[in-house]
């Protein structure tokens, strides 16, 4: 007899696990209460993966021995709840795929900058001449590549929402960037609950496996003390010097280990700020574990370009220079994106709130910021945080947000779209809502 496996969700993460499952010999049902992608639903077709959209059949569900949820779906969805009342384990993509795959993990996660230390680390693994995958929050699925690639090592970004799917799933390297709040709408507005989620990351490790993590973040530190991690620690730090591990001395950025003394100066990275240096230095501490020679890890640190949508800087119209940080999707991502930047700012902000607290960046927005242009559907919360602070202006859309936000500009100064909200008001997603803007600023 099949077992069966009902996956909750369509999209990259749901199809994925649905081929896995097929290659596996289960019965696979897949359940989208949206519309299917047209390429998703080509790719289940051709499989003969039976699947609905626009509803959940609980007959059809209810009845798998395990269910499979793609991270967008809270676990407070009705046909969630029921699952687990009738004791029907709800497991994420990467828990189903990660049982499959002998290759090493290297898992990364932080509310800010996982994205770019994911990309830095494979980049360099890839260049090194590793046979490596890149999956989790970020391109192909894990599951589908595990069903259909054969890598020796796989670079994760794991959000919040894929660390909460997590039983037996084990990274063998895992590293924890920094934890602000963040989609507290998701953890019932209770910071704690989000650190919880974050340090999952840390389940399962044994002596043989590695924790990197950020000396500097006071929370990370703090939760350190209260917990058993069995995994060797490499803290990075750009404040203090360490025994072990990465920091900056005389802006020389030095990365320890047993084996090994690496350093590079910190102006010879590609990507700019304190925070990228942390960057830096926690895929360094990576390569250095997995012996990638000190030359190789400097060409890479040295001429990696950066992502796509965060503090990617575009173009200049008549001295105004354009950053599109499309992906800063909280508050904390904001005041990195202020802080990077020397010129006077024009501030695209807005989206979907998710419980932000706008106080950490008022005093920077008083610095550098001439005037927010708030965008959304409902930029209430903006408004009133910001009123007295600078100018402010109220828009709908994103052609109208770079119009105006062009005319407040002089020559000289940025504009910058840094939101710190999501994108789902108005766009598909933060890739959407960059692309736009960068079709806007085209249009000028």
Same mark, same amino acid.
């Given at each position: 007899?099949?077992?069966?496996?009902?996956?909750?969700?369509?999209?990259?993460?749901?199809?994925?696990?649905?081929?896995?499952?097929?290659?596996?010999?289960?019965? $696979? #049902?897949?359940?989208?209460?949206?519309?299917?992608?047209?390429?998703?639903?080509?790719?289940?077709?051709?499989?003969?993966?039976?699947?609905?959209?626009?509803?959940?059949?609980?007959?059809?569900?209810? +009845?798998?021995?395990?269910?499979?949820?793609? =991270?967008?779906? =809270?676990?407070?969805?009705?046909?969630?709840?029921?699952?687990?009342?009738?004791?029907?384990? $709800?497991?994420?993509?990467?828990?189903?795929?990660?049982?499959?795959?002998?290759?090493?993990?290297? !898992?990364?996660?932080?509310?800010?900058?996982? %994205?770019?230390?994911?990309?830095? %680390?494979?980049?360099?693994?890839? /260049?090194?001449? #590793?046979?490596?995958?890149?999956?989790? &929050?970020?391109?192909?699925?894990? *599951?589908?590549?595990? *069903? &259909?690639?054969?890598?020796?090592?796989?670079?994760?970004?794991?959000?919040?929402?894929?660390?909460?799917?997590?039983?037996?799933?084990?990274?063998?390297?895992?590293?924890?960037? /920094?934890?602000?709040?963040?989609?507290?709408?998701?953890?019932?507005? +209770? #910071?704690?609950?989000?650190?919880?989620?974050?340090?999952?990351?840390?389940?399962? @490790?044994?002596?043989?496996?590695?924790?990197?993590? !950020?000396?500097?973040?006071?929370?990370?530190?703090?939760?350190?003390?209260?917990?058993?991690?069995?995994?060797?620690?490499?803290?990075?730090?750009?404040?203090?010097?360490?025994?072990?591990?990465?920091?900056?001395?005389? /802006?020389?950025?030095?990365?320890?280990?047993?084996?090994?003394?690496?350093?590079?100066?910190?102006?010879?990275?590609?990507?700019?700020?304190?925070? /990228?240096?942390?960057?830096?230095?926690?895929?360094?501490?990576?390569?250095?574990?997995?012996?990638?020679?000190?030359?190789?890890?400097?060409?890479?640190?040295?001429?990696?370009?950066?992502?796509?949508?965060?503090?990617?800087?575009?173009?200049?119209?008549?001295?105004?220079?354009?950053?599109?940080?499309?992906?800063?999707? +909280?508050?904390?991502?904001?005041?990195?994106?202020?802080?990077? $930047?020397?010129?006077?700012? $024009?501030?695209?902000?807005?989206?979907?709130?998710?419980?932000?607290?706008?106080?950490?960046?008022?005093?920077?927005?008083?610095?550098?910021?001439?005037?927010?242009?708030?965008?959304?559907?409902?930029?209430?919360?903006?408004?009133?945080?910001?009123?007295?602070? %600078?100018?402010?202006?109220?828009?709908?859309?994103? &052609?109208?947000?770079?119009?105006?936000?062009?005319? @407040?500009?002089?020559?000289?100064?940025?504009?910058?779209?840094? =939101?710190? !909200?999501?994108?789902?008001?108005? #766009?598909?997603?933060?890739?959407?809502?960059?692309?736009?803007?960068?079709?806007?600023?085209?249009?000028?």
């Amino acid at each position: 007899m099949q077992k069966r496996i009902a996956i909750l969700g369509a999209g990259e993460s749901g199809t994925g696990a649905a081929i896995l499952a097929l290659k596996k010999g289960f019965d $696979v #049902f897949v359940s989208d209460m949206g519309t299917i992608k047209e390429k998703y639903r080509n790719i289940l077709l051709k499989n003969n993966i039976q699947f609905e959209e626009k509803i959940h059949t609980k007959e059809l569900i209810l +009845n798998a021995e395990e269910i499979i949820k793609s =991270p967008g779906i =809270p676990d407070k969805a009705e046909i969630v709840v029921e699952a687990k009342k009738l004791g029907i384990p $709800v497991i994420s993509e990467i828990e189903f795929a990660g049982r499959y795959t002998n290759a090493k993990k290297i !898992c990364i996660t932080g509310s800010n900058g996982k %994205t770019t230390t994911t990309e830095l %680390t494979y980049f360099i693994m890839k /260049n090194a001449g #590793f046979n490596v995958g890149l999956a989790g &929050n970020i391109g192909r699925s894990f *599951a589908e590549q595990v *069903a &259909n690639e054969n890598f020796d090592f796989f670079v994760l970004e794991l959000s919040s929402f894929q660390l909460d799917g997590m039983a037996e799933f084990k990274a063998e390297f895992a590293i924890l960037l /920094n934890i602000t709040p963040d989609h507290l709408d998701r953890y019932n507005y +209770n #910071f704690q609950n989000y650190i919880d989620s974050k340090f999952r990351i840390t389940n399962n @490790l044994t002596e043989n496996d590695t924790f990197i993590y !950020c000396a500097d973040d006071e929370i990370i530190i703090k939760e350190i003390e209260k917990r058993i991690i069995k995994a060797k620690k490499y803290p990075f730090s750009t404040k203090e010097t360490l025994e072990i591990g990465a920091f900056l001395k005389e /802006n020389i950025i030095e990365i320890k280990t047993e084996k090994n003394i690496f350093e590079m100066g910190a102006e010879d990275l590609s990507l700019d700020g304190i925070h /990228n240096i942390h960057n830096s230095m926690a895929a360094g501490i990576t390569a250095k574990l997995n012996e990638i020679r000190d030359q190789e890890l400097k060409k890479s640190l040295s001429s990696f370009e950066g992502v796509e949508h965060r503090l990617e800087k575009y173009i200049k119209v008549r001295g105004v220079r354009f950053i599109n940080d499309s992906k800063a999707t +909280n508050v904390n991502s904001v005041w990195y994106a202020l802080q990077s $930047v020397e010129d006077k700012i $024009v501030l695209i902000l807005g989206g979907v709130d998710k419980g932000n607290d706008y106080g950490i960046i008022k005093d920077l927005v008083r610095q550098k910021v001439k005037a927010i242009v708030a965008l959304g559907s409902d930029n209430t919360k903006i408004m009133e945080a910001f009123f007295g602070i %600078t100018e402010l202006y109220d828009t709908k859309s994103m &052609n109208d947000a770079v119009k105006k936000a062009f005319s @407040l500009a002089d020559e000289g100064d940025v504009v910058m779209l840094s =939101p710190a !909200c999501a994108s789902f008001d108005l #766009f598909e997603n933060y890739e959407d809502r960059g692309k736009k803007f960068k079709e806007a600023v085209r249009e000028l």
